[in-house]
């Protein structure tokens, strides 16, 4: 971003911003510019590149198809989105972050190329081995990336992850160095200017932190959470300095996992899960909160 290196930031951990929210998992900084992100970084350099089986458990397969899987309508959008701007016909797409798989294996089966990354070991095993996809476990911003595959891909996909990272300007301008002259980067994401962040930011100025609803849910130092949640304004600015031309952004409604697992983080009581949920089900067919940013740009 112009007026300030938000990667400097997140190096500098908090020294040169202000502690916003505490939060029960973790502790929300905003910096001069407005840049909102907590001051824990996972072990990235700690990961082995090595996809260890093991990992995967029934329990964690399980996880993976009931809840990170769950809605299936999400991954069949993301490719009706990729296709509006690219024939994906031997497209080489590269998933930043692909969970389970199942967005590339659906890519595949339209007859792109895909190659996916996780760095986590079950998620990175399912995919390998349930979709039959080629899965890495080297984060984007590694040597085996930058050069062994500069310039490559046609697309890049970072679907709900860039609030996930360390560093998200070092991640979207990896991404971008294997990008082709002219290919596509397609980004989903939390949206701070949204209702479910304003909401929490006032509930919890008026309860003086009491009770700051949706933070909860947004941030979390826990390995791989949620570390930034950006406005519109500072993704695009993002793009603009990774080189990117932005061609498209909006908000969008779309939970990635069902109503009883973002209820269980705000509640925390299995019976005010049950009580609430048909509640937020007919809430939620009548009002479709725009939660969420789609960010699509192509490289100049």
């Known amino acids: 971003m112009e007026r300030e290196n938000i990667d400097a930031l997140k190096k500098d951990r908090a020294g040169r911003s202000q502690l916003r929210y505490r939060l ?22 700690d990961i082995s590149p090595e996809i260890a089986g ?22 069949r959008h993301q490719v009706d989105v990729l296709r509006k701007h690219l024939s994906l016909q ?30 986590s070991d079950s998620r990175a095993y399912y995919a390998s081995t349930t979709h039959n996809l080629e899965i890495h476990k080297r984060p984007i ?15 890049v996909t970072v679907w709900d992850v860039i609030e996930h990272v360390n560093y998200p300007f070092q991640t979207l301008q990896s991404a971008v160095n294997v990008l082709k002259t002219g290919g596509w980067l397609l980004i989903d994401t939390p949206c701070r200017d949204s209702f479910y962040h304003q909401a929490g930011a006032l509930t919890y100025r008026l309860s003086g932190g009491r009770f700051p609803t949706f933070l909860n849910a947004m941030y979390s130092s826990h390995v791989f959470g949620h570390k930034q949640i950006f406005s519109t304004t500072e993704m695009k600015e993002l793009f603009t300095s ?24 705000l509640l925390r009581s299995e019976t005010l899960v049950k ?16 939660n969420k940013m789609l960010v699509i740009g192509r490289k100049m």
Do not use: M
């Open 24 to 45: 029960k998992n973790a502790n929300v900084y905003v910096s001069r510019g407005g840049y909102h992100f907590t001051d824990y970084l996972d072990p990235v350099q």
């Open 54 to 75: 093991s990992r995967l458990t029934k329990e964690e397969s399980s996880y993976i198809e009931t809840q990170l899987q769950a809605n299936s309508q999400r991954f």
């Open 90 to 119: 031997r497209a080489k797409v590269l998933d930043i972050g692909c969970g389970g798989g199942l967005f590339l294996s659906l890519l595949k089966r339209e007859g792109a190329e895909p190659i996916g990354i996780e760095l």
């Open 141 to 155: 911003e590694s040597d085996f990336w930058q050069r062994g595959y500069k310039d490559h891909f046609d697309a």
């Open 242 to 265: 990774c080189g990117l031309k932005v061609v498209e952004l909006q908000k969008f409604h779309e939970l990635s996992f069902p109503y009883e697992f973002y209820l269980r983080k």
């Open 275 to 290: 009580l609430s949920l048909p509640l937020v089900q007919a809430f939620f067919r009548l009002f479709k909160i725009r």
